[in-house]
């Protein structure tokens, strides 16, 4: 199955500011997905992020606070914007294949 | 629309016992997968175990195997002989198969498991 290499893995970010999460796989998947996971809770998921068109959002997140990128088949990026404490939290990347999907390590993003 | 059910929010065990953890579905699908996923404290999502809806014989992958009855929608999982690196948050998956333009991954709200020295 590939291997996601998702960075940064932990950052502590000022309110009001920007951060971008980066995800590249080692082989071609078919999708790729952005999640979010609140501690000791199961996985949100934010978005589908298309090849080199507009990422489709999951209901209760939009473009404009969530912006993302899939300029290839093996890469995508996340960008959480304008950041406030609600938004602390971690991040997943996941690639899906034939037979299972494959996750990045995550980001553990907290906002102060 | 599928659902994933774990009914046991925290569970734990000794070292070297055997520990099983539950998972309920709902599909009208008679093709899919079904997984379970382990999430250490180090975050990363860790593909435990993978099982076909096709297939009567139940997954093994070394201490890890599952109990899976497709009439009644159940797919656990045991761990034998667990090891203090079990400990973990364990998730229930299931996804469609051939579905390769949307997101067919639905998860189990997770089990918290303590492997105890």
């Known amino acids: 199955s590939a291997v996601i290499s998702q960075k940064p893995s932990r950052d502590i970010c000022q309110r009001g500011t920007s951060l971008t999460i980066q995800c590249q796989v080692d082989?071609?998947?078919?999708?790729m997905f952005w999640y979010r996971q609140q501690p000791g809770q199961s996985l949100t998921l934010i978005a589908t992020?298309?090849?080199?068109?507009?990422?489709?959002?999951e209901s209760g997140f939009v473009i404009d606070k969530f912006p993302i990128s899939r300029p290839n088949l093996t890469f995508s990026t996340l960008t959480v914007s304008n950041m406030s404490p609600e938004d602390s939290s971690i991040y997943l990347c996941?690639?899906?294949?034939?037979?299972?999907?494959?996750f990045g390590s995550g980001t553990r993003l907290t906002v102060v | 629309a599928q659902t994933v059910t774990q009914s046991q929010p925290e569970m734990s065990v000794q070292e070297a016992e055997t520990v099983t953890l539950s998972c309920t579905y709902d599909?009208?699908?008679?093709?899919?997968?079904l997984f379970w996923y382990k999430q250490p404290p180090s975050r990363q999502m860790i593909l435990v175990i993978r099982?076909?809806?096709?297939?009567?014989q139940n997954a093994t992958e070394n201490r890890f195997s599952v109990n899976f009855q497709k009439a009644a929608k159940s797919f656990s999982l045991k761990i034998s002989d667990s090891q203090l690196g079990d400990t973990a948050m364990y998730f229930c998956a299931f996804m469609k198969p051939a579905s390769y333009n949307n997101n067919d991954m639905r998860f189990g709200a997770g089990t918290r498991l303590t492997v105890k020295p």
């Open positions: 992020a298309n090849q080199g068109s507009e990422a489709t959002y």
């Open positions: 996941s690639g899906k294949g034939n037979y299972g999907y494959t």
């Open positions: 099982q076909e809806a096709y297939k009567q």
């Open positions: 082989s071609q998947v078919t999708m």
């Open positions: 599909t009208s699908e008679n093709n899919y997968y």
